[in-house]
């Protein structure tokens, strides 16, 4: 066969140990409507296509690190080259005018300043941004500076679109991210909430932050009878726990909501993070209490 009969099957990337693989191996990526709606948006934008060159390689585990660092991604996908290619993205931050406008639009309800201290991005927030006209999520490819290292001439390329499904998973665990990279880190955005609601009326509205979730507030806390001593009766609800209403029926607007508040994990088994993991116990749990609650035992 002559040279220009010859077939050369594609390079296949160098595979990972311990890569960080896209938890999804079918179907989309993405679990929470506001990282669905970020890969939407990429869609919409008219990036799509190529989007769908690094899923495979999301899967793969080809993504070796990500990061966050002054608002900007800062990534590395091995490819077919020995060293692996450096990506970096960033969206268009908001100025201190805008993010004052943001604080102040959205601590006027209290329900969003509830959700968003849950760990939850209500739907409605969209609405919020788009009467300061303004998006949370970026609607157009200026919104958006990509650069990767590989000498593939398109934008995204593989590596950078492995990246963007990374990104929408950690999106899922915390949607914060979403803030951070628009220029305000969770405490940040959380703290400029708390300050505003703090001088709201309280009969403007009918629900109010909770104190709990102050970070002034230390709670009170009557030190128990020592471990050893009460080992029996250690998963047992005591007294003050038997008088907190719990509507076992209803689903929480917030799943997950207090791990969600505490944010990505400092420990790790594996390659997954500690709250990844514990995530999916929260709904599983419930049902089991349900069905035993049901059954009557």
Known sequence: MSDWGEYYP????????????????????GETWWSQRFIGALETIGIGSRLQRG????RKGQVIKISIQDAVVHAQVQGTTRRPYRITISFTRFTDRQWDRIFDALSSQALFTALLLGGEIPKEIENVFASLHLSLLPVTRREITTDCSCPDSANPCKHIAAVYYILAEQFDRDPFLIFTLRGRDRET?????????????PKDDEIQPDPALSSSHEPDVSRGPPLAGCL???WDAGESLDTIPMYLHEKPEAEAAALKRLGPSRFRIGNRDLADLLLP?????????????????
């Not at 899923?55 to 999301?58: F, G, L, S, V």
């Open 189 to 201: 955005v959380l703290e400029n909430l708390r300050k505003r609601r703090s001088s709201v009326d």
């Open 55 to 58: 899923k495979a390689y999301a």
């Open 281 to 297: 116990v929260y709904p599983k749990a419930r049902a089991y209490i349900l069905n035993l609650v049901d059954s009557g035992d």
């Open 10 to 29: 594609p390079a296949k990337p160098i595979k990972v140990k311990d890569g960080i693989a896209a938890r999804s191996k079918k179907g989309e990526i």
């Open 232 to 234: 029996d009766t250690f």
